[in-house]
């Protein structure tokens, strides 16, 4: 949950490549995650992630991926 939470409150302070690509990763892991806080804190972290994207195509990627447009 920590990992999680990080990962969405720290995504201002690095490079976007690494938020891209890496960060985005991790979160995307934990979101499969067995435990539901864990799940919760990664979904939550992902909605911080996803203004933060400086093209398009990722945010139309995550958000196909998790239904976020239906």
């Keep these: 949950m920590l ?6 409150e ?13 960060i985005l990763s991790i979160v995307q892991q934990l979101v499969e995650d067995a435990a539901t806080v864990v799940r919760e804190a ?17 945010y139309y990627k995550v958000s196909l991926t998790y239904g976020c447009n239906q």
């Design 42 to 58: 990664a979904t939550r972290n992902l909605a911080l992630l996803l203004p933060l994207f400086p093209n398009l195509d990722k």
């Design 10 to 22: 720290l995504a201002v302070y690095v490079r976007p490549e690494i938020r891209d690509s890496l």
């Design 3 to 8: 990992v999680a939470q990080s990962c969405g």
